[in-house]
């Protein structure tokens, strides 16, 4: 009964964090339930029978519960994730708006998974994905180590460089980035460590042609040291990282524009500047 018990109330949990059912359907259907059982309950008791095996009772339900459950996920998966999905309202404005100002309705912190605020977006690029990603990777940009099972073993690695270290994902309001790009730093300073942008998509188009606006962050990456693991991570130099791909951007239309300090919320981790690409113009 308590194996039971918790497999209901894990189904009913589901069912409202989904938002498929009210709370009255749920406490409907379980009372329906508790009163069906009930009364088999009380007619087995009134009624002698043979007894049964246990253990033949629970294979032939395991085996019920497997086949059913196998059938569910090979037929119903891949609608329900598109039923249950997340679902945004797409934002229109014209093309000009955004750039004289309304750039600001887009976030300005990248949210990790409980709400808080991580690390500026200091990019807002307007355009194709593929089109940007293209851009950037003929001017001096490039893909860094994708991560798996095999390069994390990198992690492991006495004296690895960045650019042999796999580069973890991150998270913006429940996406991983749709782009991740590094980039080398030249100045002998800081010449261990790398330039890395990411986007994230946003629900913003632009008009005319409904044009994805992409939010970002660009930031300079260092190599952290642990016993026995090393592995990349990012610093607060938001304004350099800046002042590097805006000069790389010599062949699309950009202009730096500033968040007023009492907006950017942290202005000694970021002085609230914001870079706005528009590769379309």
């Not at 991580?118 to 194709?128: I, K, M, R, T, Y």
């Not at 042609?209 to 610093?235: C, E, K, M, T």
Request: charged share 15%; no cysteine; proline share 6%.
């Amino acid at each position: 009964y308590a194996t039971a018990a918790l497999l209901i109330i894990g189904i009913a949990f589901s069912r409202l964090y989904l938002g498929a059912h009210w709370l009255a359907d749920v406490t409907a259907g379980v009372s329906l339930g508790t009163v069906w059982v009930a009364l088999l309950a009380i007619a087995r008791e009134r009624r002698q029978s043979a007894p049964v095996s246990i253990h033949g009772l629970a294979t032939v339900t395991l085996l019920g519960f497997l086949s059913a459950a196998g059938w569910h996920v090979h037929n119903k998966v891949s609608q329900d994730l598109v039923r249950y999905a997340v679902r945004h309202p797409v934002m229109s404005m014209p093309a000009l708006a955004w750039w004289q100002g309304n750039w600001r309705k887009l976030p300005a912190w990248r949210l990790d998974l409980q709400g808080e605020h991580e690390q500026p977006l200091n990019v807002q690029w307007a355009g194709d994905l593929g089109s940007v990603r293209q851009y950037l990777l003929s001017h001096g940009w490039h893909e860094p180590t994708a991560l798996s099972a095999r390069t994390a073993l990198r992690w492991f690695l006495p004296n690895p460089s960045l650019a042999q270290l796999p580069v973890l994902p991150q998270l913006h309001d429940g996406q991983y980035e749709s782009l991740l790009l590094t980039a080398e730093r030249h100045d002998q300073t800081h010449s261990a460590e790398q330039w890395i942008l990411r986007l994230w998509p946003t629900m913003l188009r632009l008009q005319p042609n409904d044009i994805p606006v992409w939010v970002g962050a660009v930031a300079s990456q260092y190599s952290a040291h642990l016993p026995l693991i090393s592995f990349p991570r990012s610093n607060d130099g938001y304004d350099s990282a800046l002042t590097a791909l805006e000069s790389t951007l010599s062949k699309v239309k950009w202009k730096s524009v500033q968040y007023p300090s009492r907006e950017n919320g942290e202005s000694a981790r970021w002085s609230g500047a914001v870079l706005l690409v528009d590769s379309n113009r």
